[in-house]
């Protein structure tokens, strides 16, 4: 059974800084796609950033990484503000084996930027 797990969310002041990250475990043959949305209060689901994408919003801020021994992705956000506030989602296209993959999302961690 795959899943997606992120972390590393939590309250942070403005201007502050985060890192968070998705972990992909189970029975997997290859992961790609990997990415990172986020939802804030009464508003859509918006992409944050690929590993070849920013947002606008977040570009000079925000930082995407993969390790792929660790089947990990990370987001580091730094100058972090108020309108950063939602839940951070991290989606990945997963092969459990060389004919079967489909798109996972994880359960979502919650950043909150506010003094």
């Known amino acids: 059974q795959v899943q997606l797990v992120e972390s590393g969310g939590g309250l942070v002041q403005p201007g502050g800084s985060l890192r968070l990250s998705c972990t992909a475990s189970?029975?997997?043959?290859?992961?790609?796609?990997m990415a990172w949305y986020r939802q804030a209060p009464g508003k859509e689901r918006e992409l944050v950033a690929d590993l070849t994408t920013y947002a606008d919003s977040v570009k000079g801020r925000f930082t995407i990484s993969r390790d792929n021994a660790k089947n990990t992705v990370y987001l580091q956000m730094n100058s972090l503000k108020p309108e950063d506030t939602a839940v951070y989602y991290c989606?990945?296209?997963?092969?459990?084996?060389?004919?079967?993959?489909?798109?996972?999302w994880g359960k979502g961690t919650p950043v909150t930027v506010s003094s």
């Open positions: 189970g029975s997997i043959f290859s992961i790609n796609g």
């Open positions: 989606k990945a296209f997963i092969r459990t084996s060389l004919y079967a993959g489909r798109e996972y």
